[in-house]
């Protein structure tokens, strides 16, 4: 079945400055990879997607990269602010599948220094 | 306002004592699922279900069970709870199995 691997598992980062957490993916059918942010005490939120006819996708100060011959696809956030701070998981599936279930990564905390 | 409606949101209960968690969706999902958040280990999926009357096992289904009845509702069920199931409990809903996934706002749970 897929595993899906998510590095950093926490990440530090000054105000403004950018953030990218990386995940890998092993089943090469994989074909749907969203993002979630989780906040204190709240359930994790789609922030963002990729399907893998697209490599990159932005979204204001958020953008995703996929890279499906090397399986591995990225978050970036530039000019982070302190609301950034967050638990963010990367997942993959196979959309449409009979199966379709979302694999998540362990999760990368971010921290936001003001 | 569409969402996942969870209860209880916290729980101590001793070991071996029986409950259960419900969560209800008011979008007309198709697919729902339980989670489990451990510290380092992300979020594990317990069971999840297509449609009604069709379940089937997640990554760590021991100590669990589940029941779709009705399309809104997915319970999960702790027959015999046990100290390691100790755990932050999500519930998620989704047009799709593998569409945009709307979770609930969680169920921490301590068994003692």
């Known amino acids: 079945g897929e595993n899906v691997e998510q590095h950093p598992s926490t990440l530090s980062v000054q105000e403004g400055d950018s953030a990218v957490i990386k995940c890998t993916y092993s089943?090469?059918?994989?074909?749907?990879f969203p993002w979630y942010k989780q906040e204190l005490g709240k359930g994790p939120q789609l922030i963002i997607d990729?399907?893998?006819?697209?490599g990159e996708k932005k979204d204001q100060r958020i953008a995703v990269t996929l890279n499906k011959t090397a399986k591995h696809f990225s978050l970036h956030i530039t000019e982070t602010q302190p609301e950034d701070s967050a638990v963010y998981f990367c997942a993959a599936s196979i959309y449409g599948g009979s199966q379709g279930n979302l694999i998540f990564g362990k999760g990368t905390k971010l921290s936001v220094k003001p | 306002e569409a969402q996942v409606t969870q209860n209880p949101r916290y729980l101590i209960t001793v070991t071996g004592k029986k409950l259960t968690v419900t969560c209800s969706q008011n979008?007309?999902?198709?697919?729902m699922s339980w989670y489990r958040q451990d510290p380092g280990l992300g979020l594990r999926q317990i069971y999840y279900s297509m449609n009604v009357e069709v379940t089937d096992k997640g990554d760590v289904p021991e100590g669990y069970k589940v029941s779709r009845k009705e399309k809104r509702n997915f319970p999960l069920i702790l027959e015999s709870p046990s100290p390691n199931q100790t755990s932050l409990y999500f519930c998620?809903?989704?047009?799709?199995?593998?569409?945009?996934?709307?979770f609930g706002e969680g169920s921490r749970l301590t068994v003692l």
């Open positions: 998620a809903s989704s047009f799709g199995g593998a569409g945009e996934l709307f």
């Open positions: 089943d090469s059918a994989s074909n749907y």
């Open positions: 990729i399907r893998s006819n697209v």
């Open positions: 979008m007309n999902h198709e697919y």
